[in-house]
């Protein structure tokens, strides 16, 4: 079982920035890939970026060049640096763990998420 525990989510103003973290209860290299959704308000959720192991790295088109994910071995956290913020960035921003290992039937795990609110 792999518990994350997202912080860093707020209410901020259009052009802002924000950082999201997610700390792991197991080593980050200890996964396939770990990465960050979001689910706006009546939407689904949706891919924000995946780092996978090995180090290629997926972003949804609508945050490239605005958003870098980053990882802290040492600490088992993944980062969300979010710039110039957008309205339509708004929404609940998950962590997903995908371990190479499953357990009881599963290997994805996901965070309890953080609320990001940008206002115009």
């Not at 209410?11 to 999201?20: E, F, K, N």
């Not at 980050?28 to 959704?37: L, T």
């Not at 339509?88 to 609320?115: F, L, P």
């Amino acid at each position: 079982q792999v518990q994350l525990v997202e912080s860093g989510g707020g209410l901020v103003q259009a052009g802002d920035s924000l950082r999201l973290s997610c700390t792991a209860s197991r080593s980050i290299f200890s996964m396939n890939a770990m990465g960050w959704y979001r689910q706006a308000p009546g939407k689904q959720r949706e891919l924000v970026v995946r780092i996978i192991s090995g180090g290629s790295i997926q972003y949804a088109d609508f945050v490239k060049g605005r958003f870098t994910i980053s990882g802290d071995n040492a600490k088992n956290t993944v980062y969300l640096q979010m710039n110039s913020l957008k309205p339509e960035d708004t929404g609940v921003y998950y962590c997903k763990a995908e371990s190479r290992y499953i357990v009881a039937g599963r290997n994805e795990y996901w965070g309890q998420g953080t609320q990001v609110t940008v206002s115009s």
